[in-house]
């Protein structure tokens, strides 16, 4: 008995391509780590090799066989599950040149047991799921792990099953396994091993001590570093192996192309090892054969790093939904031909933030010719630069030009970080006097929990906050916009030594919105 369930545990590789889900099957969600699936007391535990991460891959389970166990458990009878027999005993019958039932099946398959017969058990298990992948299985997405990060598929069917990890990869190996449950054995501890490679990419938040993880915010222009993470693949068997970073960036970033780092293990890696290819979308690091580096093996680390900014596209763009960057990993994927494989994206993303300023005085009246500079420092020695563009003021990296109210006393400031700046009023509107205080501008984001999980269009900035002297403003949160109104009072005399000749007046009601939205739509 031992024996045969020994058979049946083992990992083994097969060459995938990704598959729809079809009307038939039932697609359930691991959260936590956990799905429950209300058929049995068996359970399947999966583990993820070498710590890869399983948030967010998908599994197609079949269950090829029933399991019944004799009551003293001395003696297991299998029955072949209808949906998956008549192909199955329609390969095992083309192999034995003869009809089969299903006791042919399991005697073909456990004369497969021993060492010389490998090969041959790997490619029946292979024709087996290439004929089946398209009958009904389990779709099985892991939305969250548990703590260990490994998954439970539980309240399971006692049987013999067949697992296929099915995420968005092309033309590669996958992770599958044969694994039985039956009630001597109730609980399966299997690995699921991708023998792919893959990639992990990683922006850098230097605000919080944050670090690297997979979102943040940044002022345009500002350098934002990033990051790939990869290891060396199994390469044993290949002649040459073809590896390949493919990057894709939002139109609104932009790469520093003389920033490229790349590090295998201990050493860099020299240009001239690979070839760097601008694309329409962002770039490519090429090895046409990454056997030809020196000095390294299976496992070792690879590390891509480069800076990259937002640039002033990204003014008129500006949303909570962010400027995402991503790669993906194009490689040799069979010793016996050319054949390329892909690694499914992994995604990054970058916020900045808008403020919408208001002029005026306290009858409302808008103020036209308020003249402005901004500061990230109290002292006003570290000057945020702005340069002047058809939707407004943007940052820049450039020369500085002052921020001055509209006829409308309107000004837009396009590409903030978070943290707290200062708005200094330099010149006033014609009759008024000038603030003797910098406006105290303050913005606070807030992130999802969970900083290392970001998937494509998905949520990372949750909410925008911001305020003035601990007043909160009003902010558009879909459009990452802040509403600011400044108020002049007419007939002021000049103020004692430590006051406000003049009152910054922070708007809480409706009217700010009601322009922040206005100006939006205008755009």
């Given at each position: 008995?031992?024996?045969?369930?020994?058979?049946?545990?083992?990992?083994?590789?097969?060459?995938l391509v990704t598959?729809?889900?079809?009307?038939?099957?039932?697609?359930?969600?691991?959260?936590n780590?956990?799905?429950?699936?209300?058929?049995?007391?068996?359970?399947?535990?999966?583990?993820?090799?070498?710590?890869?991460?399983?948030?967010g891959?998908?599994?197609?389970?079949?269950?090829?066989?029933d399991?019944?166990?004799?009551?003293?458990?001395?003696?297991?009878?299998?029955?072949?599950?209808?949906?998956?027999?008549?192909?199955?005993?329609?390969?095992?019958?083309?192999?034995?040149?003869?009809?089969?039932?299903?006791q042919?099946?399991?005697?073909?398959?456990?004369?497969l047991?021993?060492?010389?017969?490998q090969?041959?058990?790997?490619q029946f298990?292979?024709?087996?799921?290439?004929?089946?992948?398209n009958?009904?299985?389990?779709?099985?997405?892991?939305?969250?792990?548990d703590?260990?990060?490994n998954i439970?598929?539980?309240?399971?069917?006692?049987?013999?099953?067949?697992?296929?990890?099915?995420?968005?990869?092309?033309?590669?190996?996958?992770a599958?396994?044969?694994?039985?449950?039956?009630?001597?054995?109730?609980?399966?501890?299997?690995q699921?091993?991708?023998?792919?490679?893959?990639?992990?990419?990683?922006?850098?938040?230097?605000?919080?001590?944050?670090?690297?993880?997979?979102?943040?915010?940044?002022e345009?222009?500002?350098?934002?570093?990033?990051?790939?993470?990869?290891?060396?693949?199994?390469?044993?068997?290949?002649?040459?192996?073809?590896?390949?970073?493919?990057?894709e960036?939002?139109p609104?970033?932009?790469?520093?192309?003389?920033?490229?780092?790349?590090?295998?293990?201990?050493q860099?890696?020299?240009?001239?090892?690979?070839t760097?290819?601008?694309?329409?979308?962002?770039?490519?690091?090429?090895?046409?054969?990454?056997k030809?580096?020196?000095?390294?093996?299976?496992?070792?680390?690879?590390?891509?790093?480069?800076?990259?900014?937002?640039?002033?596209?990204?003014?008129p763009?500006?949303s909570?939904?962010?400027?995402?960057?991503?790669?993906?990993?194009?490689?040799?994927?069979?010793?016996?031909?050319?054949?390329?494989?892909?690694?499914?994206?992994?995604c990054?993303?970058c916020?900045?933030?808008?403020?919408?300023?208001?002029?005026?005085?306290?009858?409302?009246?808008?103020?036209?010719?308020?003249?402005f500079?901004?500061?990230r420092?109290?002292?006003?020695?570290?000057?945020?630069?702005?340069?002047?563009?058809?939707?407004g003021y943007?940052?820049?990296?450039?020369?500085?030009?002052?921020?001055?109210?509209?006829?409308?006393?309107?000004f837009?400031?396009?590409?903030?970080?978070?943290?707290?700046?200062?708005?200094?009023?330099?010149?006033a509107?014609?009759?008024?006097?000038?603030?003797q205080?910098?406006i105290e501008?303050?913005?606070s984001?807030?992130?999802?929990?969970?900083?290392?999980?970001?998937?494509s269009?998905?949520?990372?900035?949750?909410k925008?906050?911001?305020?003035?002297?601990?007043?909160?403003?009003?902010?558009?949160?879909?459009?990452?916009?802040?509403?600011?109104?400044?108020?002049?009072?007419?007939?002021?005399?000049?103020?004692?030594?430590?006051?406000?000749?003049?009152?910054?007046c922070?708007?809480t009601?409706?009217g700010?919105?009601?322009y922040?939205?206005?100006?939006?739509?205008?755009?």
């Open positions: 008995m031992k024996k045969r369930n020994l058979i049946y545990t083992g990992l083994l590789m097969l060459s598959t729809p889900v079809y009307a038939q099957d039932k697609r359930v969600e691991v959260t780590g956990v799905c429950m699936l209300e058929e049995g007391s068996a359970s399947i535990v999966i583990q993820a090799h070498d710590n890869q991460p399983m948030n891959k998908t599994f197609r389970m079949y269950k090829l066989f399991a019944e166990n004799s009551s003293d458990n001395a003696s297991t009878s299998y029955t072949l599950n209808p949906v998956y027999a008549y192909k199955i005993k329609q390969i095992v019958s083309t192999k034995l040149n003869r009809s089969v039932d299903d042919d099946v399991l005697d073909y398959m456990r004369s047991n021993n060492s010389n017969n090969s041959e058990y790997r298990i292979e024709q087996v799921q290439n004929a089946i992948m009958l009904d299985s389990y779709i099985i997405h892991v939305e969250s792990t703590v260990n990060g439970v598929i539980d309240k399971l069917a006692y049987g013999f099953y067949l697992i296929d990890e099915v995420t968005n990869v092309i033309n590669t190996h996958g599958s396994s044969l694994t039985m449950v039956n009630t001597a054995s109730p609980k399966v501890v299997m699921i091993k991708s023998d792919y490679p893959s990639v992990e990419k990683k922006v850098y938040e230097d605000d919080n001590s944050i670090g690297w993880n997979d979102m943040g915010d940044f345009i222009n500002q350098d934002i570093p990033f990051k790939y993470v990869s290891k060396v693949p199994d390469m044993s068997g290949y002649k040459t192996y073809f590896f390949e970073f493919e990057d960036m939002d609104c970033l932009s790469l520093r192309a003389d920033s490229v780092r790349l590090k295998i293990k201990d860099f890696v020299v240009q001239n090892k690979y760097y290819t601008a694309t329409d979308r962002g770039f490519k690091i090429t090895f046409t054969d990454l030809q580096i020196p000095n390294i093996n299976k496992g070792d680390s690879i590390v891509l790093s480069y800076t990259a900014y937002l640039n002033e596209n990204a003014a763009k500006i909570k939904r962010g400027f995402e960057n991503k790669v993906r990993v194009n490689f040799s994927n069979d010793p016996q031909n050319e054949s390329k494989g892909q690694s499914p994206w992994d990054v993303v916020y900045t933030y808008q403020l919408n300023g208001l002029k005026s005085n306290e009858k409302n009246v808008k103020l036209k010719g308020a003249t500079k901004m500061y420092d109290a002292a006003m020695r570290d000057q945020v630069k702005m340069k002047k563009t058809d939707s943007v940052v820049t990296d450039g020369q500085s030009e002052d921020i001055v109210s509209n006829a409308n006393g309107e837009e400031i396009y590409g903030l970080d978070q943290g707290t700046y200062y708005l200094k009023e330099t010149k509107p014609a009759g008024y006097q000038l603030l205080k910098p501008l303050t913005i984001p807030k992130f999802v929990e969970n900083r290392n999980n970001y998937r269009n998905g949520d990372g900035l949750l925008l906050e911001a305020s003035s002297f601990n007043t909160p403003l009003n902010v558009s949160q879909s459009d990452a916009i802040i509403g600011l109104k400044v108020i002049n009072k007419t007939g002021t005399k000049l103020p004692v030594t430590g006051s406000f000749g003049t009152v910054l922070v708007v009601g409706a700010i919105m009601v922040v939205c206005k100006k939006k739509r205008e755009e």
